[in-house]
């Protein structure tokens, strides 16, 4: 069975984590795309082999011949237009965040019913990020005292829709995010906001640039997040877990096809381990078309979603800014 694929919007993150991804997993195609100005559809179609064009995102979602969405739209359309894929009988795999706030995410997953929804946090199905999880959760550091997690790099255009409150933007929604799915990953139990701080744009105080998170997990462990789009720190992507017994640091959890540090320090004893330099999109694609036929590969289903959702909305709320949407 081909998994055939249809993308909204004709998004710069496309080429990357899905038309190459798909080229290299196998019963997966990218089928149809759609975009509201059609002379940016159809160049994008040429550019990369696509067979259709819809005029709409309506259009593509009621295509029969397509049996599953992706969606790189802006943060504040991700739930409705998912929503819609979902009410259309599609599976759907979502850019992160997965929507604008937490009711949203709960609205989406009283949607999806049967159908596959993978919020595309791709850097989860890297066999970097399950060591991560294998290594804190084993014992092998002792009992999690602490977990450190920083998404930070430079985007100083303030005019991108990544800094549009009306799109649900914010360096918390667009980077912060990734930090706070990593710091649940290695936390020990669900965390909980205790304090946050933001620095925000000029021309839109609503709108962070950059925050500081402080959270707690039961039992007294403390956690810690960095993100920033613009600030002092420009490129940090980095987790570090301490236990009783050890510690475990990793530079550059996101990407770790392009480079990485995976630290380990127990018992006096300091190891490095190396992962795949096969890049995170293949492998969370290849979940994704797992999922879809029925196999137990989805690590970012609606419920973790909406926990990640609750944590940037109470942050925000912490910070004394709105929550988005």
């Not at 064009?53 to 593509?60: E, M």
């Not at 009783?244 to 300091?270: E, I």
């Not at 694609?285 to 973790?304: H, I, K, M, Y």
């Amino acid at each position: 069975m081909t998994l055939r694929i249809g993308v909204l919007g004709a998004a710069r993150i496309t080429p990357t984590a899905l038309i190459k991804p798909a080229a290299a997993v196998d019963g997966v195609t990218v089928t149809a795309v759609a975009a509201r100005d059609r002379s940016r559809a159809s160049a994008f179609t040429r550019r990369h082999g696509i067979p259709v064009v819809h005029d709409s995102y309506a259009a593509l979602i009621a295509d029969p011949s397509i049996d599953a969405i992706y969606n790189p739209l802006p943060n504040g359309l991700h739930a409705s237009w998912t929503i819609a894929a979902l009410q259309a009988g599609k599976h759907v795999l979502g850019e992160k965040p997965f929507t604008a706030n937490a009711s949203e995410a709960r609205s989406v997953a009283a949607a999806a019913g049967s159908l596959t929804v993978m919020e595309a946090f791709h850097y989860r199905y890297h066999p970097l990020a399950g060591r991560l999880a294998e290594i804190v959760h084993s014992g092998e550091i002792g009992t999690v005292t602490q977990v450190k997690t920083a998404m930070c790099f430079p985007l100083p255009r303030f005019g991108d829709i990544r800094y549009n409150f009306g799109l649900a933007g914010g360096a918390l929604m667009d980077a912060g995010c990734y930090a706070l799915r990593c710091l649940r990953l290695a936390g020990p139990g669900t965390p909980t906001v205790v304090s946050a701080s933001a620095k925000t744009l000029r021309r839109d105080p609503r709108v962070d640039r950059a925050m500081q998170i402080s959270l707690s997990f039961p039992g007294g462990a403390t956690g810690h997040v960095t993100t920033s789009m613009w600030s002092s720190a420009l490129l940090k992507l980095t987790a570090h877990v301490t236990g009783t017994l050890g510690s475990v640091r990793v530079v550059n959890f996101v990407a770790p096809q392009y480079f990485h540090h995976f630290t380990v320090r127990t018992g006096g004893a300091t190891r490095r381990e190396r992962f795949s330099k096969t890049p995170t999109y293949t492998y969370q694609l290849q979940a994704f078309a797992d999922a879809v036929r029925g196999e137990d590969t989805n690590l970012t289903p609606p419920s973790d979603s909406i926990a990640t959702m609750e944590l940037i909305d109470a942050a925000y709320l912490a910070a004394g800014l709105p929550v988005r949407g």
